[in-house]
């Protein structure tokens, strides 16, 4: 999209500001309130008149909550999750809820944390869950919370962990539990932890990140609510949820603050990306600042305000809070605290030397900063200020508010004393940018998920959608003739297209139409533009899907003829961009599929040999990801018409996936099924048999697979027992009686152990989670 180069500048200072506003509404509605979205705008005047546009999308995606609660009240109702009977709720957070539960197999309690899912919960939060129980699952620490096992039920995912029978640092610093001096037992008055049982409770932390670190593993969210306490007062580090291995893409984009704001390190207040262990261990000691003084160093009530004291104030010395802490442990606070990493101890290793040092009485090895040291660190923090003085500042100040009052004056068009109707309409075309950019991308995230269940929609899905719909109308009519926001304009009826699709309105290749049009317009003018070639690779794709689906092959191969040339040129010019190969790969399957559809298999042949290329090609790329994998390999190898090398194709891709994440139940599913298509029964088995493991158990797509596996084993007693499991499961899940895919391996089963054939009342082609998936 053309942006207008007067606002340009300011484009990125103002999308911060915006995504900082939308993360502090969100906290607010996940602790339950409703904040009024005028008074909450009113605290961000730069952005007042952008907000009110971006919260109501964040509140309504919000209520989809209750949806997702109230299945899991449900569960909890009935008493049992899996293979657990609920017994209490025991905790809650922005990362799920806590209960004490018993595992019936195994007759054990365990904390059970349940995650609810719905369209509403973003695919980076489901994601971050799933790798709270991924990182666990490598760390093997006696202080770190070890997690038995993982599932979803129902649609609420969960995992297992050991039960800490006893309070966190956070219950204990404000006073709710007690703790005895000695570190069991009864616990002493609230506020302030002693000396040394801080210090003690410190060191296990910090072994624990180190054996973490060691892994490749920071844990981004030490603070008292995730150190946990058990009844022999020994220390238990939980919560890796916004864990991230050192080196391994992240789940955060522009704009994100991953943690806990007190608790955040000045390279994380300050959004730096490259987060090291340093970054746990200057969280470990605002943590133990807290245990030994009953406060945090820093404890502003706004926002903005705390977070420049986190990156400019020094703290409150330990002991001008209480003398009775010894100078060596209050020097091993400082030395964590350090504002530069550089300044702070090199490990959690080394800081759990020193504390050590403290508890053997021991010289401790980190040394207090001089006074010069302290004054040349504060210098380099407040540069402008030593260097150019208050009167060069007051002057900046009133240059830096004059240029803003220009800008924003340009806002508010004809009521301006300066009225210019250029500026204004820059203005509305930055707003736009930021609210579309914003509502796009919450709202795609929740049709992706939609999309990808293969599911009817609920009542509510359809509302969202019917809400969503009306949005993106009103940006196509409003904008389609606007020159330089036709872009805004080509994506909106690409999204209309989408829930066209997903409701089954007759018009949705319409609007995939008009949207093809609006992009082939665009292109025309920057035949360069790499993120308007994707964007129009993915509408192609789009539209290839809605016409497989309604049987339009005709269209289908119209769509992926013109996709194909457009994707070639983008891994021609881009040879190092692994996403692009892939999603070639994908299309080119596509394409192959649809040969074979219309009976035109020399065409189809003809793509094999540079399918299979290209996915080589792929695979010996840095950056592959499992489920991209999974995924290719699932459309290569479930095809009705698969030929035996598509299954070799895709035995390759799925022992790719499964190398790529050995734990991840999904993954050896599809090696399972692609065992089985190649005729390796025993590889089959050894592979089902994993993902049932790693998916508490499996579902009907391990189940109906076994069965067929053991039928051509010759046994058939097992053959019926796993299909036999398939129709009670069914009769839980009604939601998943228009999946497609489940409904024709069920016939197939039905085929092969020669039962009764059943009339599947399915939906057509699932959608497999393609259509956002485009790697």
Request: proline residues 5%; charged residues 25%.
């Amino acid at each position: 999209m053309s942006r207008p180069e007067p606002l340009s500048a300011a484009s990125a200072s103002l999308s911060s500001l915006v995504a900082r506003a939308a993360d502090e509404f969100l906290e607010r509605l996940d602790r339950g309130e409703r904040p009024d979205v005028e008074a909450f705008a009113s605290r961000y005047p730069e952005v007042a008149d952008v907000l009110p546009q971006i919260l109501p999308v964040l509140t309504m995606l919000q209520d989809f909550k209750p949806d997702a609660s109230s299945r899991l009240a449900n569960l909890v109702e009935a008493g049992d999750l899996g293979d657990f009977r609920l017994l209490r709720e025991i905790g809650r957070g922005g990362m799920g809820i806590v209960y004490e539960a018993e595992q019936a197999a195994l007759n054990r309690r365990v904390a059970l944390k349940v995650l609810p899912v719905s369209p509403g919960l973003s695919s980076r939060q489901l994601a971050r869950f799933q790798i709270e129980a991924q990182v666990a699952a490598v760390l093997n620490h006696p202080n770190i919370v070890p997690i038995y096992s993982v599932g979803c039920d129902r649609g609420v995912h969960f995992h297992a962990m050991r039960l800490i029978d006893g309070p966190s640092i956070a219950e204990v610093l404000r006073g709710e539990r007690r703790l005895d001096p000695g570190g069991a037992g009864a616990l002493r008055g609230g506020g302030a932890i002693g000396p040394r049982d801080a210090a003690r409770m410190a060191r296990q932390a910090a072994d624990a990140l180190e054996h973490a670190h060691s892994l490749g593993i920071v844990h981004r969210d030490i603070k008292p609510g995730n150190l946990l306490l058990d009844g022999s007062g020994n220390l238990w580090v939980s919560d890796f949820g916004l864990a991230r291995l050192q080196g391994v893409s992240d789940l955060t984009v522009s704009g994100d603050m991953l943690g806990t704001l007190r608790y955040m390190s000045p390279e994380q207040a300050a959004g730096g990306r490259m987060l090291d262990p340093r970054t746990d261990v200057y969280a470990l000691g605002v943590t133990l600042y807290e245990m030994l003084t009953g406060v945090p160093p820093f404890d502003a009530a706004d926002r903005h305000e705390l977070l420049r004291q986190i990156t400019h104030d020094e703290p409150t010395p330990v002991r001008q809070r209480d003398s009775a802490v010894p100078r060596d442990l209050e020097t091993i606070v400082q030395k964590a605290m350090a504002k530069d990493p550089a300044h702070r101890y090199a490990s959690a290793a080394d800081m759990a030397e020193d504390l050590g040092r403290f508890l053997e009485d021991r010289p401790i090895l980190a040394r207090r900063p001089t006074l010069t040291e302290r004054v040349s660190r504060w210098s380099r923090r407040h540069h402008r200020s030593m260097v150019v003085g208050g009167a060069f500042l007051a002057v900046l100040s009133l240059a830096l508010v004059g240029g803003m009052a220009v800008l924003w004056k340009a806002r508010q068009g004809a009521q301006a004393a300066l009225a210019d109707a250029r500026k204004a309409r820059n203005w509305e075309r930055e707003a736009l940018a930021f609210t579309f950019t914003a509502s796009d991308q919450i709202t795609s995230r929740a049709l992706s998920m939609m999309a990808a269940t293969g599911q009817k929609l609920s009542q509510q899905e359809r509302e969202f959608c019917r809400v969503a719909l009306d949005y993106y109308k009103q940006i196509a009519t409003r904008y389609r003739e606007d020159a330089e926001m036709r872009r805004a304009a080509a994506a909106a009826l690409h999204r209309i297209g989408f829930i066209g699709m997903l409701l089954g309105e007759p018009d949705a290749d319409q609007a995939y139409a008009r949207s093809i049009d609006l992009y082939s317009a665009l292109l025309g003018k920057a035949p360069g533009d790499r993120e308007l070639r994707s964007e129009f690779c993915t509408l192609l794709g789009d539209r290839v899907l809605l016409n497989r689906k309604n049987g339009n092959l005709a269209r289908a191969v119209e769509c992926l003829e013109m996709l194909l040339p457009i994707q070639e040129g983008l891994v021609r010019e881009f040879p190092e961009a692994a996403n692009y190969l892939v999603s070639l790969c994908y299309r080119q399957a596509e394409l192959m599929q649809v040969m074979e559809e219309t009976a035109r298999r020399d065409a189809a042949d003809s793509i094999r040999p540079v399918l299979s290329r290209n996915v080589e090609l792929a695979l010996g790329l840095d950056g592959g990801n499992a489920r991209v994998w999974n995924n290719l390999a699932w459309v290569l190898g479930n095809h009705p018409s698969a030929a035996p090398q598509d299954i070799v194709i895709a035995l390759r891709l799925a022992r790719a996936a499964v190398s790529r994440a050995p734990e991840d139940g999904t993954v050896w599913n599809t090696l399972g099924v692609m065992s089985y298509r190649a005729g390796d029964l025993d590889g089959a088995v050894a592979a089902l048999e994993k993902s049932m493991k790693y998916r508490d158990g499996g579902d009907p797509y391990d189940w109906l697979f076994l069965a067929m596996v053991k039928h051509q084993q010759g046994r058939h007693e097992d053959a019926m027992h796993w299909f036999g499991r398939v129709d009670p499961w069914m009769a839980g899940h009604p939601a998943m009686a228009s999946n497609a895919e489940i409904g024709r391996f069920q016939a197939e089963a039905r085929k092969l152990l020669r039962l009764e054939p059943i009339t599947f009342q399915g939906a057509g082609p699932a959608f497999m989670g393609l259509p956002f998936l485009a790697p």
